[in-house]
């Protein structure tokens, strides 16, 4: 992915415009922490960035 920046073994992508997230981060921000189990869809700069199939 050119648009990952790798942090800690993890995908780290920066100023996404939109992000769908499995779970509430309102409840937990656990949601937030495990970014490549729990974010089905990153769109940055109008391109899907990542997208569960």
């Known amino acids: 992915m050119d648009e990952c920046r790798w942090l800690r073994k ?3 992508v920066e100023l996404a415009n939109l992000l769908l997230v499995d779970g509430s ?3 937990g921000l656990a949601v937030i922490a495990d970014p490549e189990r729990n974010f089905a869809l ?8 990542k997208q569960i199939d």
């Open 42 to 49: 990153i769109v940055k700069d109008g391109r899907v960035v």
């Open 25 to 27: 981060p309102l409840e």
């Open 10 to 12: 993890r995908c780290v």
